[in-house]
C-alpha cells in the first residue's frame, strides 16, 4: 500500500527559516512542496522518508534564497493491484459504492464488482447483497474490504478557457482508484466476524 520512491530536486530556503537548523529548512520545504500531493504515476505523497544527499547552499544573486540541490525518499501511497485494504463506505449510487479512507476518498466500487445478487435499494440508497435468504446491507460509514482491480490517473494540467458546460464533465480526481467486492471475505467487515 505504501512505497517508498526517491526524488532529486532543488530546494529553496527563503530568508525568513535562515533562524531554523538547515535541516529542519529543507525538511519543512520538500514537504510543503510534496506532501498530499499526486504524482502522476508515481501516487499520492505522503511525507518525507529520508534525505540521502544535500549540496552545499548557494544564495540567488538578488533573491537572497538559498538554493539547495537535495536528493531524498517520499512516502508515496500507492497500493499495488490485486491487494486488499481496509476503507469506509463514504456514499453510494446505482452506478456503485465510493469508499475513503483517512487520507484518500477517491476509490469507486462498480456495481459489477459488487457480490452477486446485489441490487440498489432506491429508497434507502444503499446496496443489498441477497444470499440465502438474508439481505445484508452496505451501510454508509461501514468498514469494507475491496481487492484493488486497477488504477486511473488524470492530468490536471490546466487548459485553456472553456465553456461553463464543458469544466462539469472536467472534474476528474488525480488518481483514482477501482475495487471489487465479488469475492469472499469481501464487503463489509461485519458480515464476516
Known amino acids: ?3 517508498t ?12 527559516d535562515f533562524s531554523k537548523e538547515s535541516f529542519v529548512a529543507i525538511e519543512d520545504n520538500i514537504n510543503a512542496k510534496y506532501a498530499n500531493k499526486v504524482v502522476q504515476k508515481v501516487g499520492l505523497f505522503v511525507c518525507l522518508w529520508d534525505v540521502t544527499w544535500t549540496s552545499e547552499g548557494q ?3 538578488g533573491t537572497g ?6 536528493e531524498f525518499e517520499m512516502v508515496v501511497f500507492r497500493p499495488f493491484k ?11 449510487t446505482e452506478e456503485g459504492i465510493y469508499l475513503g479512507m ?3 476518498n477517491d476509490i469507486f466500487v462498480p456495481a459489477a464488482e459488487l457480490p452477486d445478487n446485489s441490487e440498489f435499494d432506491t429508497t434507502e440508497k444503499v446496496w443489498v447483497w441477497k444470499e440465502e435468504g438474508q439481505e445484508l446491507y452496505f451501510d454508509n460509514n461501514e468498514m469494507v474490504r475491496f481487492r484493488v482491480i486497477g488504477e486511473e490517473w488524470h492530468d490536471q494540467t490546466p487548459t ?5 458546460d464543458q469544466t462539469a464533465n472536467q472534474l476528474l480526481p ?4 477501482t475495487g471489487s467486492m465479488k469475492e469472499g471475505g469481501l464487503g463489509c467487515c461485519l458480515w464476516w466476524e
Not at 174 to 177: F, G, M, N, R
Open 1 to 3: 500500500m505504501f512505497i
Open 5 to 16: 520512491t526517491k526524488i532529486a530536486d532543488l530546494v529553496q530556503i527563503a530568508p525568513e
Open 59 to 61: 544564495i540567488g544573486h
Open 65 to 70: 534564497l538559498v538554493n539547495v540541490n537535495v
Open 82 to 92: 490485486h491487494e486488499v485494504i481496509l476503507a469506509r463506505i463514504t456514499h453510494q
Open 102 to 104: 483517512d487520507f484518500f
Open 160 to 164: 485553456g478557457p472553456v465553456e461553463v
Open 174 to 177: 488525480p488518481y483514482k482508484i
